[in-house]
């Protein structure tokens, strides 16, 4: 119930506080903070322009052609026509600053409408709103700006405003996503059930959700107007009476070989006002979004891996000790998942790693796969197999012993099939690169054979089929073959139930057990499930907190669990009254999806 | 599927005689003032008059429409009003030059980005890092400034390439090539940036569904995950990315061609579009719809080629 109720507060406040930080954030970023100032010294330039030139703007003198820097009264020079360039550079800023708000709102304005009338609106509205903005967006604007000149008259503001047309587009895809995905929130849910009229729903609540996508696109696209508007001004699009840096930039193109210098002048500041909007817009985007997912960082490597402490040689199949797993915290610091976790399993041995979500046991099962994500590190401990120690092995290596001795059945089929290949092609793959020197042949008739031993009854349909044409049910009988077409000697099954229907679990563990028994493999099971375990398991081990805290024979656990978290997990399956069965699937610890 | 492509083409059809009636009709107001320019400044009433019912000007605005897009299904866009030239075939010469700049862009704008969003994905650190920049880099400066700072290093400081001018590939492949070779840099600084930070995000989002874990388990290695599986699975949405890219290098070509006087559409339009030559406007709406209706052809097929949910609809 409390979750609910948090639920449904408005997001309002916790934002507000969260605001505050931005600011802050931004102050601390130098990247933010140069951008900024830069920005900030060419607006007062811009606005304080019409006091600081000193001359007009298209005011020719025949003594300024082509004046050197510093001539009296030219600080800058004059140009080919005789023209004063430090007042036109001043002057150029407020028709690029014009260029940027008149894009920027016209877009902002189309966009956002849209955005929030196509997210909220009747699917028919939103078909149409996204039609017409998918046909703006494939439009080849710069063409299209040309092309209307003679309407235009080439004048930058209605070009302009048309380009923000233009931009439209995908502010309104930032917006309709956003309202999509807030749309259905409790809290707008509450606001609608109390009377709240759409259009105050929409201006208030979802409004202030979307308005920093907005804000951040906002600065991108200012860049990209005065951009677009500056190249337009080279190419003489428009009155040649309004200074800009695109006219500039043109004029001093065509002196370059008698005076380069006037060339420098206009480039540069456009350059800082185009970049410095831009990576103001890059900066905001990480204080108001945090930064973007960094796509993990190579530290595990070459970290240094202590020893575990019992360096007994290893008589089971499977042997891990003192394993430690850890991820970098939001500090950067490594903060331990998994600590100290030991456990063996004996040839042909079936045995469960029981766990609440968040206790480790994916991860130490991963850990044992050598897939964990990039980021995690093994700190300590080791992990054997028939002696050998799987951690020390180069990727090389590891990949010999995966697919060959270690098999793994994951948790949601569906999503553990490549959508983009049939089954078959996945499942041929799969068993040649395990089995090497297996000619595409051999490996159809294997798997065909594997798909119908597995309970598929229509095998070359299934072989030839994509994932999303098969039922889940089928697809993890399909994961199933894959995973034991080379006779492992570890089969790592990872809650190779939950996601399944009801009727479907108990034939997929059956499935299970008998595979296991015809081709003498040892299992681990990992599951929240303790009725699974005492299905099909001969040893548990229990895990709490990324620690391991109970472990023996199923039937003594079950009947005398010494540690009190197991003692709470069995009493509350026995306060049901029975064994229960699996509830719908929990997601997953916040640890396995970093 | 070949339903699809029918329904797809008939769509497109629709839309071009749309847009170009919309064209057609905005352009509709500016001929009084294009029959005045033609006939000179002293010019008589009855000479205007003249030039406009020559060009049909002074026939309802259906009439001409119609007229006009009859003439378009017989391949005949009519006569340039200025040089007299047959504007089908002028913009077909422009076209080739513009054409072989975009593409060679295209080419290097998916050969990088490829490259930098796959390495920035699968390695992450430094190199993640390195490509970050790569990408603002790409969007901090205009491509105008980008064209001049390599015009003034390369073909003026060094002399490596031509300044200027185009080479047709059948008289010297070798200096058309250096002769759009930076044009195409150019214009794919910004592709790159767009469609290296798309594959990037979709390469690291890729790389953390299950199905590539699983297909780790079974042994496949590394670089068949990366290449054949999540790239394929990420190529979707880059290639949409790339469709829009296409058709915003052909705008963007316009600026580029006239830094580096390429006799292409970008300068062929400006010219006919500033001097109000309307049957090279027409003509260029009407090629401007078509390749921008190709493209998206063209994209719709990969993607239902790469994506098997999407090839039954």
């Not at chain 1, 019992?310 to 499977?318: E, F, G, H, M, R």
């Not at chain 2, 008939?10 to 749309?18: D, H, N, P, T, V």
């Not at chain 2, 026939?59 to 005949?76: A, E, H, K, R, S």
């Not at chain 2, 913009?91 to 390495?119: E, F, K, N, Y």
Request: charged share 15%; proline share 5%.
């Amino acid at each position: 119930m409390s979750a609910n109720i948090t639920a449904v507060v408005d997001p309002i406040t916790p934002k507000d506080a969260v605001r505050e930080s931005v600011t802050r954030k931004l102050l601390r970023d130098p990247q933010a903070l140069i951008a900024g100032s830069i920005l900030l010294v060419i607006v007062v330039l811009g606005v304080g322009s019409p006091w600081f030139a000193s001359h007009d703007p298209n005011a020719a003198s025949l003594d300024a052609v082509n004046a050197p820097v510093g001539t009296p009264g030219y600080l800058l020079g004059g140009d080919q026509s005789g023209r004063d360039i430090l007042s036109r550079l001043l002057l150029s800023i407020p028709t690029s600053l014009f260029t940027a708000v008149i894009g920027v709102s016209v877009a902002v304005i189309i966009g956002v409408t849209f955005g929030l009338i196509g997210g909220y609106s009747r699917k028919t509205v939103q078909t149409s709103t996204e039609w017409v903005f998918s046909l703006i967006q494939t439009f080849p604007g710069l063409l299209l700006l040309i092309v209307l000149v003679p309407l235009t008259g080439g004048d930058y503001r209605i070009t302009m405003a048309i380009f923000g047309v233009l931009l439209a587009p995908g502010l309104y895809r930032i917006v309709r996503n956003q309202v999509l995905s807030v749309k259905n929130e409790l809290y707008v849910d509450a606001a609608r059930v109390s009377g709240v009229p759409d259009s105050r729903i929409l201006g208030r609540h979802i409004l202030f959700v979307v308005r920093s996508p907005i804000i951040i696109a906002a600065a991108f696209l200012a860049g990209a107007c005065i951009g677009i508007q500056a190249g337009l001004a080279f190419l003489g699009l428009g009155s040649t009476l309004v200074p800009s840096f695109g006219a500039m930039i043109s004029d001093a193109f065509a002196n370059f070989y008698t005076d380069p210098l006037q060339l420098v002048w206009p480039s540069a500041l456009l350059g800082l006002l185009t970049a410095s909007l831009v990576l103001l817009g890059n900066s905001l985007r990480d204080a108001l979004e945090g930064a973007r997912p960094k796509s993990g960082s190579a530290s595990s490597r070459g970290t240094t891996r202590q020893a575990p402490q019992n360096t007994a040689p290893s008589v089971a199949l499977l042997d891990v000790r003192d394993l430690a797993i850890a991820y970098p915290g939001p500090d950067g610091k490594p903060r331990e998942v998994v600590s100290y976790v030991s456990f063996t399993v004996g040839a042909g041995e079936t045995v469960g790693l029981v766990g609440e979500s968040g206790s480790g046991k994916t991860q130490t099962a991963f850990s044992v796969l050598g897939v964990l994500p990039r980021e995690a590190i093994v700190t300590r401990g080791s992990i054997q197999l028939g002696g050998l120690e799987l951690l020390d092995l180069s990727e090389k290596d590891k990949r010999a012993v995966r697919g060959r001795r270690i098999a793994y059945i994951p948790q949601e089929p569906m999503s553990n099939l490549d959508p983009s290949f049939t089954i078959g092609q996945q499942l041929v793959e799969g068993i040649r690169c395990a089995v090497p020197g297996l000619s595409r042949r051999e490996a159809r008739a294997t798997m065909m054979g594997l798909l119908e031993r597995v309970g598929i009854t229509d095998p070359d349909r299934v072989f030839s089929s994509y994932p999303h044409q098969i039922s889940g049910g089928m697809a993890q009988r399909v994961l199933i073959a894959g995973a034991v077409a080379t006779r492992p000697e570890v089969l790592i099954a990872d809650e190779p139930t939950t996601a399944l229907d009801v009727t479907v679990q108990a034939e997929i563990l059956d499935l299970i057990r008998e595979l296991q028994a015809e081709m003498g493999m040892a299992v681990l099971l990992v599951t929240h499930n303790f009725g699974v375990v005492a299905d099909i398991c001969s040893r548990i081990v229990v895990m709490q907190s990324g620690r391991v805290v109970e472990e023996g024979d199923v039937r003594d656990v079950f009947a005398s669990p010494t540690d009190p978290y197991t003692q709470d997990l069995l009493s509350s399956i026995l306060d049901e009254g029975t064994v229960r069965l699996d509830p719908p699937r929990t997601p997953e610890p916040v640890e396995a999806q970093k | 599927m070949l339903l699809y492509v029918a329904r797809r083409l008939a769509f497109g059809l629709i839309l071009a005689l749309l847009v170009t009636m919309i064209t057609y009709g905005l352009l509709s107001f500016s001929f009084d003032s294009v029959a005045r320019t033609l006939a000179g400044t002293n010019a008589s009433a009855e000479t205007i008059d003249g030039i406009k019912s020559q060009n049909g000007f002074d026939l309802p605005l259906p009439v001409q429409y119609f007229q006009w897009l009859g003439g378009i299904f017989q391949g005949d866009f009519g006569y340039s009003l200025y040089s007299g030239e047959e504007v089908g075939n002028a913009i077909g010469v422009r076209l080739t030059v513009t054409l072989s700049v975009v593409v060679l862009a295209l080419l290097i704008t998916v050969c990088v980005s490829v490259v930098l969003g796959l390495l920035a994905a699968a390695r992450g650190g430094v190199i993640d890092r390195i490509v970050q920049v790569v990408i603002m880099t790409g969007y901090v400066f205009p491509a105008l400034l980008i064209a001049i700072a390599l015009v003034y290093i390369f073909a003026i400081n060094l002399r490596w390439l031509p300044a200027t001018g185009y080479t047709t590939i059948t008289s010297d492949p070798g200096d058309w090539l250096r002769s759009v070779i930076l044009p195409a840099i150019v214009l794919s600084i910004g592709g790159i940036a767009n469609l290296t930070s798309q594959i990037r995000g979709a390469m690291t989002d890729e790389l953390r569904k299950d199905y590539v874990r699983t297909l780790r388990t079974r042994g496949v290695p590394v670089s068949s995950i990366l290449i054949k599986h999540a790239l394929r699975n990420a190529a979707g949405p880059a290639l949409t990315v790339l469709s829009l890219e296409f058709v915003a290098m052909f705008g963007g070509a316009l600026i580029i061609e006239r830094v580096f006087a390429l006799p292409g559409f970008g300068v062929y339009s400006f010219a006919a579009a500033t001097s109000g030559d309307i049957p090279v406007v027409l003509a260029l709406t009407v090629f401007s719809v078509m390749l921008v209706i190709t493209v998206n052809l063209v994209t719709d097929i990969l993607n239902g080629w790469l994506n098997p949910k999407a090839r039954l609809v």
